[in-house]
């Protein structure tokens, strides 16, 4: 299937410090992607939609201003995690759908491990 | 989206078959059933879709209800690699095409 790449795959940062997290199609275009963080033990939750072009669609109770999505080109999209502190310690997980197939696949990254100290 | 209703966990053990259930009564006509899966500490991983019709892939096997209210998700042989958390999920295609939204999926622990 389609890849999907993250960077960094781990990361551990200071309290109010800004992280970057970058997610790639690899092998496809990707319109649409999506920002997911998963809390240990628990399901995967949807932060916000990231549209090539656009601004993206945060989900309810999602702070835009914290978490900066930018969808600049087809094949990358960026979550920056601003003035991070340490209950934003997740596993964020970017996801990505291809253009090609008319959006019908979608297609998950390895995710990113932040810890805020 | 519509939502699905997942068993916790299940156990299964090597080598033998495994039935994952799924049940979504308030789906709708244009609601495709998707299963993905999750390893620890990685990232969901696609296993299979349909909409009506049961079918088949190098992963598994999907068999629909016929008032596809329910569906199952068939391992014709798990190995220990199969051992992960089974997300059940409904997405609904067309010109407004829904998320994937996750719910808490099931377990699956396979013993050797």
């Known amino acids: 299937g389609a890849v999907v790449s993250q960077h960094p795959s781990r990361v551990i940062c200071k309290s109010g410090t800004s992280v970057k997290i970058e997610c790639r199609s690899l092998d496809f275009q990707a319109t649409t992607m999506f920002w997911y963080r998963q809390f240990p033990k628990q399901s995967l939750m949807l932060m916000a939609t990231s549209n090539e072009g656009s601004k993206a669609t945060y989900e309810q109770g999602v702070e835009k201003d914290k978490f900066l999505i930018n969808h600049a080109s087809l094949t990358l999209s960026t979550l920056t995690v601003t003035s991070a502190h340490p209950e934003d310690s997740s596993f964020y997980i970017c996801s990505a759908r291809d253009s090609g197939t008319g959006g019908n696949e979608q297609f998950f990254g390895p995710g990113t491990r932040l810890t805020v100290l | 989206d519509a939502k699905t209703t997942q068993p916790n966990s299940m156990e299964s053990n090597e080598e033998e078959p495994v039935h994952l259930p799924c049940n979504h009564s308030t789906i709708s006509g244009t609601d495709y059933i998707h299963w993905y899966r999750q390893l620890p500490s990685q990232g969901p991983e696609y296993v299979i879709h349909g909409l009506t019709s049961n079918v088949n892939n190098r992963m598994a096997s999907l068999a629909i209800a016929e008032d596809r209210k329910s569906s199952t998700l068939i391992l014709h042989r798990a190995t220990l690699r199969d051992a992960a958390v089974y997300y059940c999920?409904?997405?609904?295609?067309?010109?407004?095409?829904?998320?994937?939204?996750f719910g808490k999926g099931t377990k699956l622990s396979v013993k050797p």
């Open positions: 999920i409904l997405r609904r295609y067309g010109g407004s095409q829904g998320n994937l939204i």
